[in-house]
Each structure stands twice: as C-alpha cells, then as structure tokens.
C-alpha cells in the first residue's frame, strides 16, 4: 500500500502538465562502511535553475532529524508533506537501498537534476552527498557521493 501511495504521489508531483508519460525507474543506493548510525537520505528532483521540484523519497522515518538533510530541507522549508507516503527506514552502513518509483519521461534530457543529502547521527552532515543529471544515457552509470555513497545508479 505504502509503494501505492508513493507511486501516485510521484507521478502527480513529478508529471509536469501536459506530459503525463511516465516511466518505472529503479534508484539504488550504496552506503559506504562509515561505521556510524543509520543514514537518513533525502532523494529529490530540482529543475535546471536549481529550483527545488519535488521529493522522491526518504529514507529515516523521525522527522526531528530531516534538518539535518539541509539542502533538502531549505528546499522545502521542512515541509514533511513533501515526504508523506515516500518514506523507508535509514540505511545502515554498507548497506543498499533500492527503489523503484514512477517518473515522468519529461524530467529525462530536460535539465533537471537528482540529488541526495545524507545524515549520520553523531557525524558531519552531507548536502549534496550525490548531485546526478537525469538523462537517457547516464542511466546505469554508476556515481560516487561525497561522504558517505559508495554509489548511486538509476535504470530505467
């Protein structure tokens, strides 16, 4: 049920008029082997200015922590609307998290940008862990994040 609400809630967030077309695409994951907590993670989409679009999950359910998800949360002014029903567990170190949400084709070769910020309690925070463009053929190409990402891929 919860994948359900995910799903509609991705493909009216993320569809943009006009272009209802959308696509199953699978987001994964890899944590490093930090040797901390679990990590919250903010997946999110912004336009070619920067400009924030939407939420695509969350991962860490206690919202007193998603400050910490600091780009994402100034995007959205800490808005959990923006998250309800697209949110998992954090992912422990060394670990992968692997999704696989509704979006729509029009974010593809338009300019728009994924990004994830990560947080470990009791260490240093990382916006912007992972900045990704979404295009056709960065699909399956694996990046490094900053701090705490072995990796992130996604396939469509």
């Not at 493909?11 to 890899?30: E, M, N, Y």
């Not at 994040?145 to 396939?155: H, M, N, T, V």
């Amino acid at each position: 049920m919860k994948s359900l609400l995910a799903t509609l809630t991705l493909t009216t967030a993320l569809t943009l008029p006009g272009h209802a077309i959308a696509r199953p695409v699978t987001l994964t994951t890899t944590l490093n082997n930090y040797g901390g907590d679990g990590a919250y993670l903010a997946l999110y989409v912004a336009d070619a200015s920067g400009a924030y679009v939407g939420s695509l999950w969350m991962a860490g359910g206690k919202s007193k922590y998603y400050e910490h998800l600091s780009d994402w949360y100034r995007a959205t002014a800490g808005d959990t609307a923006q998250i309800n029903g697209i949110t998992g567990a954090s992912v422990g170190a060394g670990r992968t998290l692997e999704i696989t949400l509704d979006l729509a084709d029009a974010l593809f070769d338009a300019g728009y940008t994924l990004h994830i910020d990560a947080a470990v309690e009791d260490m240093r925070d990382s916006p912007n862990e992972v900045a990704v463009p979404l295009t056709s053929d960065g699909a399956g190409t694996p990046v490094t994040g900053r701090r705490y990402i072995a990796s992130f891929a996604y396939d469509m």
